[in-house]
Nanobody
Framework: QVQLVESGGGSVQAGGSLRLSCLVSRDTYSFDWMGWFRQAPGKEREGVAAIYRYDGSTYYADSVKGRFTLSHDKAKNTLYLQMNSLKPEDTAMYFC???????????????????WGQGTQVTVSS
């Protein structure tokens, strides 16, 4: 059984920063893809960022490009999401997820990911 445990969420003012962490219960290189998703109340879960382990390619939603950075520490089995210049519209529950298989065109599709964490809440006030 794979476990993904997120941490690092919290409440910040607009313009602030947070770093989310996702600790995985096994070697993160056992997954082809790892990513971050978020879901705001009343909205669908959306892809924020993802990494493809074979070449280290990273993908970002247009809404977070230039502000969020995904990184990966293999030795610690941990995925990170550094979030800078936060905006009120970034407020959501953030989830870590992983999967095997799939092409780059599906990185943002939550339905294609197999394993999920429980989420960590991020709230940005104006």
């Amino acid at each position: 059984q794979v476990q993904l445990v997120e941490s690092g969420g919290g409440s910040v003012q607009a313009g602030g920063s947070l770093r989310l962490s996702c600790l995985v219960s096994r070697d993160t290189y056992s997954f082809d893809w790892m990513g971050w998703f978020r879901q705001a109340p009343g909205k669908e879960r959306e892809g924020v960022a993802a990494i493809y382990r074979y070449d280290g390619s990273t993908y970002y939603a247009d809404s977070v490009k230039g502000r969020f950075t995904l990184s990966h520490d293999k030795a610690k089995n941990t995925l990170y999401l550094q979030m800078n210049s936060l905006k009120p519209e970034d407020t959501a529950m953030y989830f870590c997820a992983s999967k095997n298989g799939g092409r780059s065109g599906t990185w943002f599709q939550a339905a294609t990911f197999n394993y999920w964490g429980q989420g960590t809440q991020v709230t940005v006030s104006s």
